[in-house]
């Protein structure tokens, strides 16, 4: 990722890279009305896949772990089905991982 991007400074937030790596969705609006569509598919595709398939992997084995973020993960997969949930999950970890590599500390999942 970190080779991917290059410069992390380049980004103000999290919701600017995970713009960039097109896990946003895309916009649309018509007088003043804003839609959401699909997600933008913008940026690097193959860093873009990785996410998305290690956010169906979270996805998948969210049922056997019992903490806040997989009881999210759980309940976003019932409403949702299987691949919105995954796209969130990858967007939700290029966040953080804007943040890890942003503040070079290391990841503490309960905070």
Known sequence: MYAAIGDITAFQNGREMAAW??????????G?????LGISKRGDTYLRTLLIHGGRTIVRVA?????RRNNWIKELN?????????????????RIAWAVLTKKEPYKAGA
Do not use: E
């Not at 003043?32 to 959401?36: D, E, I």
């Not at 949930?85 to 970890?93: E, F, G, Q, R």
């Open 78 to 94: 019932q409403r949702r089905g299987k691949n919105i949930p995954a796209v969130t999950v990858a967007n939700k970890n290029a």
């Open 32 to 36: 003043g009305v804003p839609t959401l």
């Open 21 to 30: 790596l097109g896990l946003v969705p895309k916009q649309q609006s018509t």
């Open 63 to 67: 049922d056997k772990h019992d903490d």
